[in-house]
């Protein structure tokens, strides 16, 4: 492995990791609607099931990808 391949998963982690985190946010405004001042919640029950699915592969995903990292470097880096 080499670094640019390395920098190939750290993009797709930060990716994964950043849309994870946008979907959280969207779950927790949700939960919270009346503090958003909304009178109820903006997506239905069973929406929100959905959303953590695709959270949780995301997120998955993403420590997959870490455990490919090559922290060591190359055999001739020394």
Known sequence: ????????LINNI???LAQAQSMIKVILDNHNYK???L????IEHCDIGNILWATGD???DAYKELLNIDFKGD???G
């Open 1 to 8: 492995m080499n670094n640019a391949h390395n920098h190939r």
């Open 14 to 16: 930060e990716t994964k």
């Open 35 to 37: 503090d958003e001042g």
């Open 39 to 42: 009178e109820e919640p903006f």
């Open 58 to 60: 995301l997120i998955e």
């Open 75 to 77: 055999k001739n880096n």
